[in-house]
């Protein structure tokens, strides 16, 4: 065995250390070439849903255009811009004519975002991602720059609406299993005979446990269930005495006012109790009114299974 063998392996062969060709540099001469591919306009990368990677040798980083999948993505892309598509719209639909990847599997919603944000379907890349440099590809373009940038237009004002909404019991729950909030999402469902009918869903954000085992649940399974417990909880009376009080005076208005009857004063407080309009404006109310009643509400409330407890004060 060579005496200086040991010592060669572990700090590079013999003639990386002659020519100076040691780990680093090697790194150094891949990203180079793959930059240099970039200036040429290859992207260094694996063709992305719609194009096929040349099967040439000499042709490394080149692809064409997927005659199979290349007239979906440019659809998907028209669909958001001109028909108001939905991301989730859009899932949807590619689901219902059986599109899949190069893969043999069904695309993703998020991947769908993603093509839909990819500019190298018009014709221009970025690389390395995030970097700032973009580079004319020479590969054949799907779509228009127009035609993507009208859908990034469509994918923000959706963005701002997913975002924008508040739901009644968003940020007033928190999930039993992991600590994580309860976040809140509307499910529309197409009927057969061409009408729609929508649900409201919440489940646990698993930001603190990925795995939570919670399960999503109906808004108006929470609002049954919100109902018996509310008789138990501790209440700001102040400001729901004062919705009480501005609602039953605009009753009284309407009956002396509009049907013409008496009603004394005192009948009109005894037979309202605070934490019964609680329960009705809970059930009846307006999206701002559910709100106002939860906010008033200090215990605090956790989701486990479909079921609503309040949480034990030590």
């Not at 540099?25 to 290859?42: E, I, N, P, S």
């Amino acid at each position: 065995m060579h005496p200086h063998r040991g010592q060669f392996s572990r700090i590079g062969s013999f003639d990386e250390i002659v020519n100076g060709t040691n780990g680093t540099q090697k790194c150094c001469f891949v990203k180079r070439g793959l930059r240099t591919r970039a200036a040429m306009g290859l992207r260094p990368s694996m063709a992305p849903t719609g194009y096929l990677n040349s099967k040439n040798k000499d042709e490394k980083c080149q692809v064409v255009v997927d005659p199979l999948r290349a007239p979906v993505i440019k659809e998907m892309f028209e669909k958001v811009a001109n028909e108001n598509y939905s991301g989730r719209k859009i899932y949807k639909w590619l689901k219902e004519i059986h599109f899949t990847s190069k893969s043999g599997k069904y695309v993703t919603l998020g991947n769908i975002y993603r093509i839909l944000r990819m500019t190298f379907y018009y014709g221009v890349f970025e690389y390395p991602e995030g970097s700032g440099e973009w580079y004319t590809g020479k590969h054949t373009p799907i779509i228009t720059q127009e035609l993507f940038q009208a859908v990034q237009a469509k994918i923000q004002v959706e963005k701002k609406k997913a975002y924008g909404r508040e739901f009644a019991f968003t940020r007033m729950l928190h999930c039993a299993y992991c600590e994580s909030g309860i976040t809140a999402e509307e499910k529309i469902k197409e009927l057969k005979d061409g009408s729609s009918n929508s649900h409201i869903y919440y489940r646990c954000t698993k930001v603190k446990n990925r795995d939570c085992p919670n399960e999503s649940v109906k808004e108006s399974i929470l609002i049954d269930e919100m109902l018996p417990i509310i008789d138990m909880m501790s209440l700001d009376k102040t400001e729901l005495k004062q919705k009480l009080e501005k609602e039953v005076a605009r009753y009284a208005l309407f009956q002396t006012g509009v049907l013409r009857q008496d009603l004394p004063q005192s009948k009109k407080h005894k037979d309202i109790s605070i934490k019964t309009f609680a329960k009705y404006m809970l059930m009846h109310g307006t999206l701002t009114e559910q709100r106002e009643v939860l906010s008033c509400i200090k215990s605090r409330i956790l989701l486990r299974d479909k079921k609503l407890t309040v949480e034990k004060t030590s």
